[in-house]
């Protein structure tokens, strides 16, 4: 089973950036697709945007267009998630997280076998 680490989550103003990673464990990160969800309180996890296996086809929520970027580092089995220009409502838990095949849909949950702890990220107004 593969395990997943995030981090650089962080209190920042709205208009800053924050940049997440995502260690993955294990010889096959490459083989598999990946993705960023979130989950403010109270609220459904939801999905942020996602990424094939190299990098060749990225995915995103609407709400995130524009202004986050994925990408992935196969040497260094690390995925990472560019958010800039942070608005309140972008305050949730990020998780990263491993899709199970290509053809899986990015942006369901069921889609994913493996997930991270989540970290915090924290926009003020």
């Known amino acids: 089973q593969v395990q997943l680490v995030e981090s650089g989550g962080g209190l920042v103003q709205a208009g800053g950036s924050l940049r997440l990673s995502c260690v993955a464990s294990g010889r096959t990160f490459s083989n598999y697709p990946m993705g960023w969800f979130r989950q403010a309180p109270g609220k459904e996890r939801e999905s942020v945007a996602g990424?094939?296996?190299?990098?060749?086809?990225?995915y995103y929520a609407d709400s995130v267009k524009g202004r986050f970027t994925i990408s992935r580092d196969n040497v260094q089995n690390t995925v990472y998630l560019q958010m800039n220009n942070l608005k309140s409502e972008d305050t949730a838990v990020y998780y990263c997280a491993r899709r199970r095949a290509v053809g899986a849909d990015w942006d369901r949950i069921s889609s994913y076998d493996s997930w991270g702890q989540g970290t915090q990220v924290t926009v003020s107004s």
């Open positions: 990424i094939n296996n190299w990098s060749r086809v990225t």
